[in-house]
């Protein structure tokens, strides 16, 4: 995964050995060379909150419900603010995707809900743009090939030795969701038809993705929701470290060896101090906490606190803060499995002599390990979920709608939870 490090000449001696330059432009996220007619959606397993399920489309792109605000958000960062693209997944465009009726509510209720797919011939309007530029590196192994069912692609992903809770109750109550039933929030085209917003996986070239979600300012209510929503969402704030933070945690998983869990429920129950230890939690690898990091981790907190201080059209209500790391490093592990079981370890190519285990259960930190190889590794931060954001697209309605929002002035309670995270990152690094 690249990390923009575009950074005043001041920083750059702080951040440079746990940052990499970006790409220009993207690769293409995926490869239309012999692909079937359609292709199924599985579940993104490395989802760790949210209310809407993210779905594998390709190896290197994700799709999840649209709603027109979060599309809006997208499309206005490129013609208003493109100092916010550094924070944001790759935008995409929009994909039709299809739920096929599995009948009565009973019948869908008591079998398995139909898998969700993206038929071509409904999406000639996103394949057209990328034909000519896959046509060239169809021979590459980066390109991202449409395998032909859901078995073949659970096989062929990195990321599907395992199923994060979270992804899966989410991807299931989608399923249901839209198989049959209609959806007030997202945006339908038909009866079994409803489109996605298509953007890119944050998680592409890590083995053992850590994720932490972090539901970001005081206030998580968007414009114009009932009355009931809003009451209940401000109980949540005032019942969280979002009323004295202006951040809590939404979702966490990370791993020293095997896989740890924590979902938003869990975060909800924490205390201010919990909430900074669930920080040195994070980055913890089981052996030290890793605060290599935590440089880098300031100064990307304090550049985005600078365009949210002058994005005085936009608010980013129940957005998150994502921070993702890799989990995994040769050095650091060593298998502790059945070695002569093939099914246990999975071969990497691009690392010669190097075996890794089917499941981060199998592995076995080493008891030495030089502090000067963490200094090697990378941390990104992102912001995502836009759901109920307000953009400078939609601001003059949101503004003509809600009391609270105020003409040249920027989203303060995101700021405030900004400030929060730059004084508790600054508190573990010197402690």
């Given amino acids: 995964m690249n990390i923009n490090t575009k950074s005043d ?34 579940p993104f397993t490395n989802q760790v909150g949210g209310h809407a399920s993210f779905l594998r489309f390709t190896e290197k792109a994700l799709c999840k419900p649209m709603t027109l605000r979060e599309k809006e958000f997208y499309e206005s960062i490129e013609r208003f603010n493109p100092t916010l693209k550094e924070f944001t ?61 859901p078995s073949e692609r659970k096989k062929n992903s990195r990321s599907n030795r395992f199923h994060n809770p979270w992804s899966l109750k989410m991807y299931k109550n989608m399923c249901y969701k839209f198989s049959g039933e209609e959806s007030n929030s997202t945006v339908s085209i038909g009866n079994d038809t409803h489109q996605f917003i298509l953007l890119q996986d944050l998680t592409d070239g890590l083995r053992y ?58 975060g909800r129950k924490l205390t201010v101090e919990q909430f900074k230890q669930t920080l040195v939690k994070f980055l913890h690898n089981g052996r030290v906490v890793l605060k290599n990091f935590i440089p880098y981790i300031i100064h990307k907190l304090k550049k985005l ?47 010669p002599g190097c075996s890794y285990p089917s499941t981060p259960n199998t592995l076995k930190l080493k008891d030495k390990i030089p502090l000067e190889t963490y200094t090697k590794r990378k941390i990104d931060i992102k912001i995502i979920d836009f759901t109920n954001c307000v953009s400078p697209l939609n601001f003059d309605d949101s503004l003509a709608l809600d009391s609270e929002i105020t003409v040249g002035t920027p989203d303060d309670g995101y700021i405030k939870g900004l400030d929060s995270l730059i004084l508790f990152f600054n508190e573990i690094l010197n402690e």
């Fill in 9 to 42: 000449s001041s920083d750059n001696s702080k951040v440079s050995d746990v940052s990499s330059s970006s790409c220009s432009t993207p690769e293409p996220p995926f490869d239309l060379s012999n692909s079937p007619s359609s292709v199924p959606l599985i």
């Fill in 209 to 266: 993705p850590c994720v932490l979600d972090l539901k970001m300012g005081d206030r998580q209510y968007g414009v114009g929701c009932s009355l009931k929503k809003k009451e209940s969402q401000i109980r949540k704030v005032q019942g969280t470290t979002s009323a004295a933070l202006g951040v809590r945690v939404c979702g966490m998983q990370i791993t020293s060896g095997s896989y740890f869990f924590q979902n938003k429920y869990d």
């Fill in 89 to 149: 997944p790759i935008y995409l465009g929009v994909i039709n995707v299809s739920y096929p009726s599995n009948g009565n509510i009973e019948k869908r209720f008591n079998k398995t809900p139909s898998t969700p797919e993206v038929i071509l011939e409904k999406n000639k309007h996103i394949f057209e743009g990328f034909k000519k530029s896959v046509n060239h590196r169809r021979s590459k192994s980066s390109d991202s090939k449409i395998p032909n069912s």
């Fill in 305 to 351: 606190k600078s365009v949210i201080s002058e994005a005085h059209q936009y608010r980013l209500f129940s957005s998150s803060l994502l921070l993702i790391y890799d989990g995994f490093w040769p050095e650091d592990f060593e298998f502790c499995g059945d070695e002569n079981n093939s099914e246990k370890k999975d071969q990497d190519d691009s690392l």
